[in-house]
């Protein structure tokens, strides 16, 4: 027979991508900035320099919380050109807002928080980025010392750490802050809380994963002065606290029951000392000093339950956690194939 028999060619080899295919991945910087104008002249072009570097595709996410300096004409400046996008929200609505705004308009598949005031160094995301090569989901950036800091800071943090943590469900890490690396899978966690108080240094404990610490030593403020004052310090652990903890409410009642035995058994001797021996009972001293320490008592548990009830209103309320007042620049998103 003359039939032909159709030759069958044996599939080319297709080589296996790289793994993690570094080139293929790409990184997000957010920058939250409240009048830090001067400092953005410095960190972006050094940001710039180091991104460029890793040969990743890359973005600068520079969130304006409603600065009142030349924060915004600097980010706008900038967001001329290609790989920055400026967020410019319309008033100042904290930090936890800004990072929110940021991590919301990222696009990486890995996302970098860090200050604008230089006291991040950029050059620990190259440490950061063989962490996450390494299988790490966060890397997250922790203070080696704080010699910097006064005394009452130093322990004002120490307290409100081992109070956040007295639950054993999760440990918030001491000593780190915003400075960190995420994995897209991470943000999209973060992203997917319903809540409206956010506090992030919890939230991020709390979403979990594979997390890695990076310790560093944050170098002087460039210029300026930090706008978190000992005010806003303060009322920033009364929102963590309350935001992942229980246990106010539960010393109350505690501290209740340990005041009403005592109380109940006294007022019962009083009773059998009358009836058994006939004293009079005496004391308007006695009874004014109790009045005045159970009222006082009230009161503190009031304004416990008062701080509950007051952050399920501003949950109740439903509103938006930002609103946007001007958004550009060209960033992951916009490029091309």
């Given at each position: 027979?003359?039939?032909?028999?159709?030759?069958?060619?044996?599939?080319?080899?297709?080589?296996?991508?790289?793994?993690?295919?570094?080139?293929?991945?790409?990184?997000?910087?957010?920058?939250?900035?409240?009048?830090?104008?001067?400092?953005?002249?410095?960190?972006?072009?050094?940001?710039?320099?180091?991104?460029?570097?890793?040969?990743?595709?890359?973005?600068?996410?520079?969130?304006?919380?409603?600065?009142t300096?030349?924060?915004?004409?600097?980010?706008?400046?900038?967001c001329?050109?290609?790989?920055?996008?400026?967020?410019?929200?319309?008033?100042?609505?904290?930090?936890?807002?800004?990072?929110?705004?940021?991590?919301?308009?990222?696009?990486?598949?890995?996302?970098?928080?860090?200050?604008?005031?230089?006291?991040?160094?950029?050059?620990?995301?190259?440490?950061?980025?063989?962490?996450?090569?390494?299988?790490?989901?966060?890397?997250?950036?922790?203070?080696?010392?704080?010699?910097?800091?006064?005394?009452?800071?130093?322990?004002?943090?120490?307290?409100?750490?081992?109070?956040?943590?007295?639950?054993d469900?999760?440990?918030?890490?001491?000593?780190?802050?915003?400075?960190?690396?995420?994995?897209?899978?991470?943000?999209?966690?973060?992203?997917?809380?319903?809540?409206?108080?956010?506090?992030?240094?919890?939230?991020?404990?709390?979403?979990?994963?594979?997390?890695?610490?990076?310790?560093y030593?944050?170098?002087?403020?460039?210029?300026g002065?930090?706008?978190?004052?000992?005010?806003?310090?303060?009322?920033l652990?009364?929102?963590?606290?309350?935001?992942?903890?229980?246990?106010?409410?539960?010393?109350?009642?505690?501290?209740?029951?340990?005041?009403?035995?005592?109380a109940?058994?006294?007022?019962?001797?009083?009773?059998?000392?009358?009836?058994?021996?006939?004293?009079?009972?005496?004391?308007?001293?006695?009874?004014?000093?109790?009045?005045?320490?159970?009222?006082?008592?009230?009161?503190?548990?009031?304004?416990?339950?008062?701080?509950?009830?007051?952050?399920?209103?501003?949950?109740?309320?439903?509103?938006?956690l930002?609103?946007?007042?001007?958004?550009?620049?060209?960033?992951?998103?916009?490029?091309?194939?």
């Amino acid at each position: 027979m003359n039939a032909r028999t159709p030759l069958h060619r044996a599939p080319e080899a297709v080589p296996a991508p790289t793994a993690p295919e570094a080139r293929t991945r790409s990184l997000s910087c957010v920058i939250p900035c409240f009048n830090e104008g001067p400092n953005l002249r410095r960190l972006l072009p050094l940001l710039e320099d180091i991104l460029w570097s890793t040969h990743l595709s890359w973005e600068i996410v520079i969130v304006d919380d409603g600065s009142t300096d030349d924060t915004a004409a600097v980010a706008e400046a900038w967001c001329e050109l290609r790989g920055f996008r400026c967020i410019s929200l319309s008033r100042n609505f904290g930090k936890e807002a800004a990072l929110t705004a940021g991590l919301a308009a990222a696009v990486g598949d890995a996302v970098v928080l860090l200050d604008g005031d230089l006291q991040h160094p950029p050059e620990l995301l190259h440490a950061m980025l063989a962490q996450w090569r390494a299988g790490a989901e966060v890397v997250y950036a922790v203070r080696e010392r704080r010699d910097d800091e006064s005394r009452f800071k130093r322990l004002g943090s120490r307290l409100f750490y081992r109070l956040l943590n007295a639950s054993d469900r999760f440990a918030v890490p001491e000593d780190a802050g915003d400075f960190r690396l995420m994995d897209r899978k991470v943000v999209d966690a973060l992203m997917r809380l319903p809540e409206r108080g956010r506090f992030m240094k919890g939230l991020y404990a709390w979403v979990g994963f594979r997390a890695v610490a990076l310790p560093y030593t944050p170098a002087p403020r460039a210029e300026g002065h930090s706008s978190f004052n000992a005010r806003r310090l303060v009322l920033l652990a009364l929102d963590g606290l309350t935001a992942f903890t229980t246990w106010p409410l539960r010393m109350v009642s505690v501290a209740g029951l340990a005041i009403a035995l005592p109380a109940f058994a006294y007022g019962l001797y009083l009773c059998v000392e009358r009836l058994l021996f006939g004293n009079a009972v005496s004391g308007w001293t006695t009874i004014v000093v109790s009045l005045m320490f159970f009222i006082g008592i009230q009161l503190i548990s009031t304004g416990i339950l008062g701080e509950y009830v007051a952050r399920i209103y501003e949950e109740s309320k439903g509103r938006p956690l930002y609103v946007v007042r001007r958004e550009g620049g060209s960033g992951l998103a916009t490029e091309g194939p």
